[in-house]
Nanobody, 126 residues
Framework: QVQLVESGGGLVQAGGSLRLSCAASGRTRSNVAMGWFRQAPGKEREFIAAISWSGVNTYYSDSVKGRFTISRDSAKNTVYLQMNSLKPEDTAVYYC???????????????????WGQGTQVTVSS
């Protein structure tokens, strides 16, 4: 398995930026594709971004496309989520997720992730 620890959450004003980090440990050599999810109070979990093991391919939900960027540093076993132009509706707990044994350029679908971090709170004030 792989262990995931998120960091970088906090309170920011609307229009501001934050960068989330997710550090992976354990089976990090097992072709790990990564993703970010979020869950706002009273709402279902939302799949917002993902990146292939190679870093070549990415996925973004319509709600964050053009504002958020997912990237990875394989040498550091870390994936990032750069969040710009934040809106109050981006307020949520953000979770990092991993899928082991992925093909190099494959971006997993929402239901294929099997390892999860503990989450980090992002609050955007208006």
């Amino acid at each position: 398995q792989v262990q995931l620890v998120e960091s970088g959450g906090g309170l920011v004003q609307a229009g501001g930026s934050l960068r989330l980090s997710c550090a992976a440990s354990g089976r990090t050599r097992s072709n790990v594709a990564m993703g970010w999810f979020r869950q706002a109070p009273g709402k279902e979990r939302e799949f917002i971004a993902a990146i292939s093991w190679s870093g070549v391919n990415t996925y973004y939900s319509d709600s964050v496309k053009g504002r958020f960027t997912i990237s990875r540093d394989s040498a550091k076993n870390t994936v990032y989520l750069q969040m710009n132009s934040l809106k109050p509706e981006d307020t949520a707990v953000y979770y990092c997720a991993a899928r082991l044994y992925s093909s190099s350029d494959y971006v997993p679908s929402e239901r294929e992730f099997g390892s999860w971090g503990q989450g980090t709170q992002v609050t955007v004030s208006s």
